[in-house]
């Protein structure tokens, strides 16, 4: 339990440095955006105590985030911040715990609604984003495909339904 305590606390303060503005004002996740990195956002996932969900969701995340090499970048942002410190425009209804995943000039975007608790997921994701084979397997794990697009001129980006 004291490991699993220590895992969700390691994995507040990478989410937390992950998104500090950077000495110039533009923020980390502009700066990510702008180097064409992956961008990884958890969406509402806030620890509570016993919270046996978010420790599992801990874990997976940070077992891919250990996994993948070169150009990603993890974020966390919650729903309701309001003003311009919000990262996202979120254009849909949206679980606890969801991730959300895009990339600069890349036309695939996904959602997962609630908890990612399948590291198949974070597979199907990482196959894609590093334009990989996809084995049949994996297409069952699928998030669901939607638009991003950057709010010009605001550092924030926009997440809404494919149409």
Same mark, same amino acid.
């Given at each position: 339990? *004291?490991?699993? *305590?220590?895992? &969700?606390?390691?994995? !507040?303060?990478? $989410?937390?440095?992950?998104?500090?503005?950077? =000495? @110039?004002?533009?923020?980390?996740?502009?700066?990510?955006?702008?180097?064409?990195?992956?961008? %990884?956002?958890? $969406?509402?996932?806030? #620890?509570?105590?016993? @919270?046996? /969900?978010?420790?599992?969701?801990?874990?997976?995340?940070?077992?891919?985030?250990?996994? %993948?090499?070169?150009?990603?970048?993890?974020?966390?942002?919650?729903?309701?911040?309001?003003? /311009? @410190?919000?990262? $996202? @425009?979120?254009?849909?209804?949206? =679980?606890?715990?969801? %991730?959300?995943?895009?990339?600069?000039?890349?036309? !695939?975007?996904? %959602?997962? *609604?609630?908890?990612? !608790?399948?590291? *198949?997921?974070?597979?199907?994701?990482?196959?894609?984003?590093?334009?990989?084979?996809?084995?049949?397997? !994996?297409?069952?794990?699928?998030? &669901? #495909?939607?638009?991003?697009?950057?709010? #010009?001129? /605001?550092?924030?980006?926009?997440?809404?339904?494919?149409?």
């Amino acid at each position: 339990m *004291q490991n699993m *305590q220590r895992l &969700i606390v390691a994995a !507040l303060v990478l $989410l937390a440095w992950g998104c500090a503005q950077a =000495k @110039d004002g533009e923020t980390s996740l502009a700066k990510a955006w702008s180097n064409g990195s992956v961008i %990884v956002m958890t $969406l509402d996932a806030t #620890p509570r105590e016993a @919270d046996e /969900t978010y420790g599992d969701f801990a874990y997976y995340l940070n077992e891919f985030a250990a996994s %993948v090499e070169g150009n990603w970048a993890f974020f966390h942002h919650v729903s309701g911040a309001g003003g /311009t @410190d919000s990262a $996202l @425009d979120v254009q849909m209804a949206i =679980k606890p715990y969801s %991730v959300v995943v895009f990339q600069r000039g890349n036309p !695939l975007a996904y %959602v997962h *609604q609630g908890p990612i !608790l399948e590291p *198949q997921v974070y597979q199907f994701i990482q196959h894609r984003f590093e334009d990989r084979a996809m084995p049949e397997y !994996l297409q069952q794990f699928s998030p &669901i #495909p939607v638009n991003i697009s950057e709010v #010009p001129g /605001t550092g924030r980006f926009r997440v809404s339904i494919s149409r």
